[in-house]
């Protein structure tokens, strides 16, 4: 870099941080007038008036916005003098940010971080290991460690040690010795959608999806004579609407808690979004219509159900369904089950009644079946024991007029003033079933 190059830079940081602290101060001033207006509203007489009407809370409310904007302004501007500290070879940490009273999303950039903090690239923690920062031998030389001792070996040791009376320390007053080996928040298990995956997905600008259904496909064509008269065809046509819903979830959270309880922030961006997907899943399947409801693959008219006959195993079932729908003109893709019917599945030998023989789709020494007669075998809870759904996932589509998102504010009710967060996950989506046809659900009993 050259000499006026690097000048240049170093004007341009000099300028940035002198922004910066003009931009602190204003925070400190701005974090004054936020508390003045909370003591104000907080000191306020409650009557009638609804709280959100209340003069002192728009005031209140105006103050923190005020302070999140500065704070914004100062995440800019440490974002900027980083940038350019490593233009010049004097690469820091970003400038602390205060957050006191700023929004959720402002953790990201100042306040604590776990994802940012065990980084594996370039995190704090991948740089006090570059620095020695947790080698003894950097600063006292090198420390040689025994033979790691059990817990229950330590609890063993302590024990048989003797008190100043005789007698041996018993082991309950040693154990707060051993420190309890604390992870924090464990994710809980989320089963996969697997039937959600299974439809094509687009995009709609509408609140309601209007199409025609094409009930029959013309079949009155035929060879004709030289002079004769040609055979008509008729065409059966049905209109339809598949109106946008929206699919939501909320919870409320203290704010202290978000800040001080290492990843409860992404669990909940990871739960609530979860939430909704699982209720799409639920409503493509199952949604009766009524209401906010969509019409989901159960609920339309003129999907295929073949008769059970007496005999039939789950496997003769799922043909019996898949020939309904080769039937109807459509090409059968997948066969979804409840993953006790999939068990069953998987159970089957070659004399079934008696339990003998090799089993039939592969055995416990092999992979799990993941077809039958061709179709892939989509194991979920989201379909009812003893009623598996076989069809051609490209009959309905899911279409998305919002996406999956999250949505955080403090000026919900009354959480203001009690600190509090509320965190709504929401998406709105429309399910238009093309072809019921497309869907037969087998008949096992």
């Known amino acids: 870099m050259s000499v006026v190059a690097d000048r240049e830079i170093r004007d341009r940081l000099k300028a940035t941080q002198e922004a910066l602290r003009a931009a602190r101060d204003e925070r400190a001033a701005k974090a004054k007038e936020r508390d003045e207006a909370k003591e104000a509203f907080a000191g306020v007489e409650p009557n009638e008036q609804k709280i959100t009407e209340m003069p002192e809370f728009h005031a209140a409310e105006q103050a923190v916005a005020s302070l999140g904007q500065v704070d914004d302004q100062i995440a800019d501007l440490s974002v900027q003098e980083q940038a350019l500290l490593k233009l010049v070879g004097d690469a820091q940490g970003p400038s602390p940010v205060n957050n006191d009273g700023g929004s959720i999303s402002d953790m990201r950039i100042g306040g604590w971080n776990g994802h940012r903090l065990i980084d594996p690239d370039d995190g704090p923690y991948k740089q006090a290991v570059r620095n020695g920062l947790f080698s003894s031998s950097s600063r006292f030389g090198s420390i040689q460690l025994g033979q790691i001792a059990s817990r229950e070996e330590a609890v063993r040791f302590f024990s048989e040690l003797p008190s100043a009376s005789g007698v041996p320390v018993d082991s309950p007053a040693t154990a ?130 073949p008769t059970f006959v007496s005999g039939d195993n789950i496997a003769d079932a799922i043909l019996r369904a898949m020939t309904v729908v080769v039937l109807a003109d459509a090409e059968p893709n997948f066969a979804a089950l409840h993953p006790l019917d999939w068990q069953d599945l998987l159970l089957m030998r070659e004399d079934n009644a008696a339990r003998t023989g090799m089993y039939l789709y592969g055995g416990p020494a092999s992979m799990a079946a993941a077809t039958i007669w061709g179709l892939s075998i989509t194991p979920t809870v989201a379909i009812n024991q003893g009623e598996p759904l076989v069809g051609d996932s490209m009959g309905a589509t899911l279409l998305v007029r919002e996406g999956v998102n999250v949505k955080t504010s403090d000026s919900d009710q009354d959480d203001f003033v009690r600190n509090r967060v509320t965190v709504l996950a929401e998406a709105r989506v429309a399910f238009p079933v093309w072809r019921p046809a497309s869907f037969a659900v087998a008949a096992t009993s």
Do not use: C, H
Request: glycine fraction near 10%; charged fraction near 20%.
């Open 176 to 305: 707060g010795l051993i420190q309890p080996d604390q992870r924090g928040l464990q994710a809980p298990l989320l089963r996969p959608l697997r039937l959600l995956d299974l439809f094509p997905t687009g995009t709609t600008d509408s609140n309601s999806i209007e199409y025609v259904q094409v009930v029959s496909v013309p079949g009155s064509a035929n060879v004709v004579a030289e002079g004769s008269v040609k055979p008509q065809s008729g065409l059966d046509l049905e209109d339809a609407t598949a109106p946008v819903r929206t699919i939501a979830g909320w919870i409320k959270v203290n704010r202290q808690a978000m800040d001080d309880a290492a990843g409860l922030s992404s669990l909940i961006n990871t739960l609530l979004p979860y939430d909704v997907r699982r209720k799409i899943e639920y409503q493509i399947l199952r949604g009766d219509g009524n209401g906010q409801n969509l019409s989901g693959i159960l609920d339309q008219t003129g999907i295929g159900a």
